[in-house]
């Protein structure tokens, strides 16, 4: 089993930006597939973007695109979101996820089996 705990999230202006991380203990991600789901009030869990340690090539849902980033950094064994030009609809509880198996254009919220707690991120003047 994978722990991860998520830090970084709090308020942000609209047009701010935010950073989460993810740290990872008992795998190493760089062996695994990586998720950021989200979920706001009222509403289904929703996939962010999504990280393969196959090919390293990034996914994002299409209301994040040219905005969100995700990286890995192997060393602190840790997964970063970078949040920019935000915007009031990105307020949710955002969530990191990993998994042993798959990949991102075939996965979806079953595909991963260790979550972290969730961190709250707002968005709002």
């Known amino acids: 089993q994978v722990q991860l705990v998520e830090s970084g999230g709090g308020l942000a202006q609209p047009g701010g930006s935010l950073r989460l991380s993810c740290a990872a203990s008992g795998f190493p991600l760089d062996n695994l597939l990586i998720g950021w789901f989200r979920q706001a009030p009222g509403k289904e869990r929703e996939g962010v973007s999504c990280?393969?340690?196959?090919?390293?090539?990034?996914y994002y849902v299409n209301s994040v695109k040219g905005r969100f980033t995700i990286s890995r950094d192997n060393a602190k064994n840790t997964v970063y979101l970078q949040m920019n030009s935000q915007n009031p609809e990105d307020t949710a509880v955002y969530y990191c996820?990993?998994?042993?198996?798959?990949?991102?254009?075939?996965?979806?919220?079953?595909?991963?089996?260790?979550w972290g707690q969730g961190t709250q991120v707002t968005v709002s003047s």
């Open positions: 990280l393969s340690s196959s090919d390293g090539v990034p």
């Open positions: 996820a990993t998994a042993f198996k798959g990949t991102c254009a075939r996965s979806n919220r079953r595909t991963f089996d260790s």
